[in-house]
């Protein structure tokens, strides 16, 4: 069966908080901007982690497209060397909405869930040994 080649995946949030999105993953998480539009957003990490936000409503993109995230369903998780650390760091910034407490899990895995402007789940992991 054929396949599809690819060769950077990254998710796009339809939002009405672009800057609100974009100002905070470069502030609490680094990203740079490698494009910035009034409507599309496209961010990029050192390590090779991309990120887009589109506003809702374009004319330019089919129906199906126009209608804003709604908050449910989606988890984006990035995985740090000490997440009691960076839930320190999460607590004292201003802005930052922490929607889960940092919990050591009964299989190993620690984490805490931050919400970003767009109503997305940020889950900061640090993975079992």
Not at 6 to 25: A, S, W
Not at 47 to 69: C, R, V
Request: proline share 5%; aromatic share 14%; net charge negative.
């Amino acid at each position: 069966m054929p396949k599809i080649d690819v060769t950077v995946q990254y998710p796009v949030v339809i939002t009405p908080n672009l800057e609100d999105c974009r100002d905070f993953y470069v502030e609490h998480f680094g990203f740079d901007v490698v494009f910035d539009a009034d409507w599309y957003v496209q961010l990029r990490h050192a390590n090779g982690i991309e990120l887009g936000f589109m506003k809702p409503g374009l004319s330019s993109q089919p129906g199906f497209l126009h209608d804003a995230y709604d908050g449910k369903g989606i988890i984006v998780t990035y995985d740090v060397a000490d997440a009691g650390r960076e839930y320190e760091k999460a607590q004292k910034i201003e802005g930052v909405k922490i929607v889960y407490p940092y919990i050591e899990e009964e299989w190993g895995q620690k984490h805490f869930i931050l919400e970003d402007p767009a109503g997305v789940f940020v889950d900061i992991v640090e993975q079992a040994s």
